[in-house]
């Protein structure tokens, strides 16, 4: 069976960092597109960031850069997002969601920012 | 950013009727290689969204052809005929021509 399973999500103070992590199994990571996409409060559904396959290529939105990384590591079909200065509209659920021909999506993780 | 405005935002469908969902782009969805890259997405209530069609007319694996699509460039619809009670829950279409990607706001379908 396909799982996409994300952890990571906290309650984190305005200015924090974090650290998502998404594992993929049941199905080929590495020729999977690797997204986050979160659902925030009011506002609906928004990418994140995506990473290509072999990870030579990985962008976050223009609303995080300079705040948000992510990588992949194909050897262990893991998927990471590294958030830092974390603001109050942040906040929501993030989904880890592998694309190709087929698409999975996690259950997510909730990230709370607030103090 | 790209806006895709879908319409409408709720729909109430009698079980066997059809139902069609619109979502309209702020910009052409059509691809440098010509394809048009929209998507239509399915959640049920306490689930995951499921891929319905990828790139415009491309069916997912599993999805009956009670689903179609139809439209072009920046205007697109899904449609469903003989509306089933496995049909209820949200659908929103998604675009990944320009970045960043985004989302309709979502239609709940709700069958009666």
């Known amino acids: 069976d396909v799982q996409v399973v994300e952890s990571g999500g906290d309650l984190v103070q305005p200015g924090g960092s974090l650290r998502l992590s998404c594992v993929g199994s049941?199905?080929?990571?590495?020729?999977?597109?690797m997204n986050w996409v979160r659902r925030v409060p009011g506002k609906g559904l928004e990418w994140v960031a995506n990473?290509?396959?072999?990870?030579?290529?990985?962008r976050c939105v223009d609303s995080m850069r300079g705040r948000c990384s992510v990588s992949r590591d194909n050897a262990e079909s893991s998927l990471s997002l590294h958030m830092s200065d974390l603001r109050s509209e942040d906040t929501g659920i993030y989904y880890c969601?592998?694309?190709?021909?087929?698409?999975?999506w996690g259950p997510g993780t909730v990230v709370t920012v607030s103090s | 950013d790209v806006v895709l405005t879908q319409s409408p935002l709720s729909l109430p469908v009698p079980l066997g009727q059809s139902a069609s969902i619109s979502c309209r782009s702020s910009?052409?969805?059509?691809?440098?290689?010509?394809?048009?890259?929209v998507n239509w997405f399915h959640q049920r209530p306490g689930q995951t969204p499921r891929r319905l069609f990828a790139?415009?007319?491309k069916r997912d694996s599993g999805v009956p052809d009670r689903f179609s699509v139809s439209g072009s460039g920046s205007d697109f619809t899904l449609e469903i005929s003989k509306v089933e009670a496995e049909d209820v829950g949200l659908y929103f279409c998604?675009?990944?021509?320009?970045?960043?990607?985004?989302f309709g706001q979502g239609t709940n379908l709700e069958v009666q």
């Open positions: 790139d415009f007319s």
């Open positions: 049941g199905f080929t990571f590495s020729v999977f597109w």
């Open positions: 990473i290509s396959p072999d990870g030579s290529m990985g």
């Open positions: 998604m675009q990944h021509a320009h970045w960043p990607h985004t």
């Open positions: 969601v592998a694309w190709d021909a087929s698409a999975y």
């Open positions: 910009q052409s969805l059509v691809y440098g290689d010509g394809g048009t890259r």
